[in-house]
T-cell receptor, first 113, second 109 residues
Framework: SQTIHQWPATLVQPVGSPLSLECTVE??????LYWYRQAAGRGLQLLFY??????ISSEVPQNLSASRPQDRQFILSSKKLLLSDSGFYLC????????????FGEGSRLTVL | GQSLEQPSEVTAVEGAIVQINCTYQ??????LSWYQQHDGGAPTFLSY????GLEETGRFSSFLSRSDSYGYLLLQELQMKDSASYFC??????????FGSGTRLSIRP
């Protein structure tokens, strides 16, 4: 079965600092990968999704970027964090079955001070 | 644009039935899903509807009406552990999946 690893689990960063969140997947190949952000008490905002290596679709213009250097690796980055970047970042893969359900990692909780 | 609307909060009594509605507006539609999220955790998949009608999975059922761009999640025999946030999500393109803002379900004994 597939597993999703996200790290770091928790981080506190100052405004203006860079960011790198990593997501790796095991147990599947050529997955559709997703990055979502969830502000405290809010819904899941789709940030990026990828259907293959080097293929990134961006949903929200902002100071974040994503890369997929390998089939099962998805990285979320920022050159300069804003206070509004605080939140719970979730990586997900889409299942191969007819439901296309998303399987989520445990998330990375980012606090920007 | 694409959007999903659902109530922000619902309160129910243990053992009762509750319905959480979702209306959507998307440029494409492949199916409506429901997810459950407990505080501090990641969302987990509950159900999926691609065609009109009712899908039943144990105590949970989900309904879809594509002509009305509407669906709902029905939770029966509520238990305290069902206290969580519930999200509807639309697969609006081959790969794009967007979520509603979530409904926080509180259950009273």
């Amino acid at each position: 079965s597939q597993t999703i690893h996200q790290w770091p689990a928790t981080l506190v960063q100052p405004v203006g600092s860079p960011l790198s969140l990593e997501c790796t997947v095991e147990g599947t190949s050529n997955p559709n990968l997703y990055w979502y952000r969830q502000a405290a008490g809010r819904g899941l905002q789709l940030l990026f999704y990828s259907v293959g290596i080097g293929q990134i679709s961006s949903e929200v213009p902002q100071n974040l970027s994503a890369s997929r250097p390998q089939d099962r690796q998805f990285i979320l980055s920022s050159k300069k964090l804003l206070l509004s970047d605080s939140g719970f970042y979730l990586c997900a893969i889409r299942g191969q079955g007819k439901t296309g359900e998303l399987f989520f990692g445990e998330g990375s909780r980012l606090t920007v001070l | 644009g694409q959007s999903l609307e659902q109530p922000s909060e619902v309160t129910a009594v243990e053992g009762a039935i509750v319905q959480i509605n979702c209306t959507y507006q998307t440029s494409g539609f492949y199916g409506l899903s429901w997810y459950q999220q407990h505080d501090g955790g990641a969302p987990t998949f509950l159900s999926y509807n691609a065609l009109d009608g009712l899908e039943e999975t144990g105590r949970f059922s989900s309904f879809l009406s594509r002509s009305d761009s509407y669906g709902y999640l029905l939770l029966q025999e509520l238990q305290m552990k069902d206290s969580a946030s519930y999200f509807c999500a639309v697969r609006g393109g081959a790969s794009k999946i967007i979520f509603g803002s979530g409904t926080r379900l509180s259950i009273r004994p």
